[in-house]
């Protein structure tokens, strides 16, 4: 398959397709010979794979080229992720992909050895969130809760400035969010700087910045996405990010950190604008589409090119891997469904898997899928999974 369809069709699931690519996508697709591949390449994700269930070519063609005409008509300057999403949406409920008698005859009826799967679910919105006088407070659906600088409602948390011009400086005061495994949480800091925190993170934050001096966080740990509120709405204030070592400095621009404690690799994707990473002495300019790798050991830097779609899809609900190993992959997934995983064959570890997963997937189905590609075999036993 031609890597630049590829990308184009990762980008139509993850909703990141502009016009011109879901044109070329559409211009492929009528080509008789791509259907078995397109078929193929869709079968190995669980997202699109558990929700599509027939296939008419035709109908497809015509729902396509209906919404393209329509997006035209609508707007010159194209609402591009608006338009991906009324796209997919269209292919999904319309059964867009599979025809029965092409699924039913390439698919197996696989049955899985499954054993008290009830405590496995996929994660939620939940945190717990450490207030300045050491309190602790829950955060989860459900549930709403009201300081005198932040509300939630149980999905975000979301934190407001009170402006006095003739108040006097304070000391900061520092609250911590930590998301366990098996949760996500959305925040939105006083100076309207939105941030993501994937499972197993912890977040450093002021209540409320000071007049004056860069706006400061820490990600102790884990997983952030930040879309950080630009300097010129702060009198020149910049935004910094410390991480075990390294400091992100920003003007106004949107990038991912993702530093666990369990991994020696801090990696920082650049999705726009500009950042000045520093560490060990070292400083580094990070372009759009560009990844910063830091070893911690060798404390080196590099920096390289990278899909940023595939990095920041978990912020969208799914998850992408292209080709990465399994064990780097199950490591994600432990996270998100809160599991152990056991390697009774050590040589799975270092198998290659392709395909993109929905964070709503039941943990059966994403293992399912992978025994049709990459494990021969699973177990699971409480919360723990067993690879064969």
Same mark, same amino acid.
């Given at each position: 398959m031609n890597s630049n369809i590829e990308q184009f069709i990762i980008k139509f699931l993850t909703k990141e397709a502009n016009l011109e690519e879901l044109l070329q996508l559409e211009l492929w697709i009528n080509n008789p010979e791509n259907e078995t591949l397109f078929?193929?390449? =869709?079968?190995? +994700? *669980?997202?699109?794979?558990?929700?599509?269930? *027939?296939? +008419?070519?035709? !109908?497809?063609?015509? =729902?396509?080229?209906?919404?393209i005409k329509q997006e035209k008509r609508k707007t010159k300057s194209y609402n591009i992720l608006k338009y991906a999403a009324v796209i997919i949406f269209g292919l999904l409920t319309t059964g867009y992909l599979y025809k029965n008698k092409w699924f039913n005859q390439d698919t197996p009826n696989t049955i899985p050895t499954v054993v008290n799967t009830n405590a496995i679910l996929p994660g939620s919105d939940k945190a717990t969130l450490t207030l300045e006088d050491g309190s602790i407070v829950i955060l989860e659906k459900g549930k709403t809760m009201q300081t005198q600088n932040a509300s939630s409602n149980g999905e975000q948390i979301v934190y407001t400035t009170q402006k006095n011009k003739d108040a006097k400086p304070k000391e900061i005061a520092y609250n911590y969010l930590n998301i366990p495994r098996g949760g996500q949480y959305h925040l939105v800091l006083s100076d309207g700087t939105a941030v993501w925190l994937n499972s197993e993170s912890l977040l450093k934050y002021p209540v409320t910045f000071a007049e004056g001096l860069p706006r400061e966080v820490e990600l102790v740990y884990g997983e952030a996405y930040f879309d950080v509120s630009p300097s010129i709405e702060h009198n020149g204030s *910049?935004?910094?990010?410390? +991480? !075990?070592? !390294?400091?992100?400095?920003?003007?106004?621009t949107q990038f991912n950190i993702k530093a666990y404690q369990d991994e020696t690799i801090i990696y920082t994707t650049l999705v726009e604008g500009e950042v000045i990473i520093s560490y060990n002495e070292k400083k580094r300019i990070l372009a759009p589409n560009q990844q910063s790798s830091i070893d911690i050991n060798n404390q080196t830097i590099d920096i390289y090119p990278i899909d940023v779609n595939t990095e920041i899809s978990w912020r969208k609900g799914l998850f992408t891997f292209k080709g990465k190993p399994l064990k780097n992959i199950m490591k994600v997934l432990s996270r998100w469904y809160d599991v152990d995983v056991i390697f009774l064959n050590k040589d799975l570890e270092s198998l290659k898997f392709k395909g993109v997963l929905g964070k709503d997937q039941n943990i059966e189905e994403v293992l399912a899928i992978m025994k049709t590609n990459t494990i021969n075999d699973y177990e699971i036993k409480g919360k723990t999974i067993v690879l064969k």
């Open positions: 078929l193929e390449y =869709i079968k190995t +994700n *669980t997202y699109a794979n558990r929700v599509l269930k *027939t296939y +008419n070519k035709e !109908q497809a063609k015509k =729902i396509i080229a209906k919404r *910049t935004f910094n990010v410390i +991480n !075990q070592g !390294q400091n992100i400095e920003v003007l106004g």
